[in-house]
C-alpha cells in the first residue's frame, strides 16, 4: 500500500481513469516539458527546442493533460497553439518539405514531434505526387485523404 503523498509514474491512461475531481484519488503532476519555465523557452524560439527529446507526442499528450483540472491549463493550452510553438514551427516543416527535396532532412526530422513528422512526410509526398503528374507519370491530379474525409464528415453532418 502506498502512504497519502505518494509519488508515482503511470501511464497517462490510468492517471484519466483514477482522475476524479470529487474524490481527489489522484493529482496529476505536470512533465517538466509544459511547466512555466519550458513554456518561457519556447514563447523565445520554438524552432530551436527539439522536441522529440523532450517528448516525442508533445502536442497529443499535452492536450491530454487538459483533462485534469492543473490552473496551467489554459497556459499550456495557449502554449501548443500559439504562433510561436506550432504554427512558426509548421511553417518552416513545410518549406522544408518543399525545399530539401532530396537532402538529407535527417537532422531535421530527429528534432520534430511525431505530428510533426507526419506534416514533413505529406509535405514530401504532396510534392512528389505534383511532380509525377507535372511529368506526364500520373494520369490526374487526386484529392488528398484529408479532403476526402473532410468532404465526408461536411456532408454527413448535414445528413444529422
Same mark, same amino acid.
Given at each position: 500500500? $502506498?502512504?497519502? &503523498?505518494? %509519488? ?7 492517471? =484519466?481513469?483514477?482522475?476524479?475531481? %470529487? ?8 512533465? %517538466?516539458? /509544459? +511547466? ?16 522529440? +527529446?523532450?517528448?516525442? /507526442? /508533445? ?8 483533462? $485534469? ?8 493550452? *495557449? ?19 518543399? @525545399? ?19 506534416? $514533413?512526410?505529406?509535405? *514530401? =509526398?504532396?510534392? @512528389?505526387?505534383? *511532380?509525377?503528374?507535372? +511529368? &506526364?507519370?500520373?494520369? *490526374? ?7 476526402? @474525409?473532410? &468532404? %465526408?464528415? +461536411? ?6
Amino acid at each position: 500500500s $502506498f502512504v497519502q &503523498g505518494s %509519488k508515482l509514474e503511470i501511464p497517462l491512461w490510468l492517471a =484519466k481513469g483514477l482522475h476524479d475531481s %470529487k474524490r481527489r484519488i489522484i493529482s496529476v503532476e505536470l512533465p %517538466k516539458i /509544459y +511547466k512555466e519555465a519550458w513554456r518561457t523557452v519556447f514563447s523565445a524560439d520554438a524552432n530551436v527546442v527539439d522536441l522529440h +527529446k523532450m517528448g516525442p /507526442y /508533445y502536442y497529443g499528450f499535452g492536450s491530454q493533460l487538459l483533462n $485534469f483540472d492543473s490552473p496551467e491549463n489554459p497556459e499550456i493550452a *495557449q502554449t501548443i497553439l500559439q504562433a510561436s510553438t506550432f504554427i512558426s514551427r509548421f511553417r518552416r516543416i513545410m518549406d522544408s518539405s518543399q @525545399n530539401a527535396y532530396n537532402e538529407d532532412t535527417s537532422a531535421l526530422l530527429a528534432r520534430l514531434d511525431e505530428l510533426e513528422r507526419a506534416l $514533413f512526410r505529406a509535405g *514530401q =509526398k504532396g510534392l @512528389n505526387d505534383f *511532380q509525377c503528374w507535372e +511529368k &506526364g507519370q500520373a494520369s *490526374q491530379i487526386t484529392a488528398s485523404s484529408l479532403v476526402q @474525409n473532410y &468532404g %465526408k464528415r +461536411k456532408f454527413t453532418d448535414m445528413d444529422g
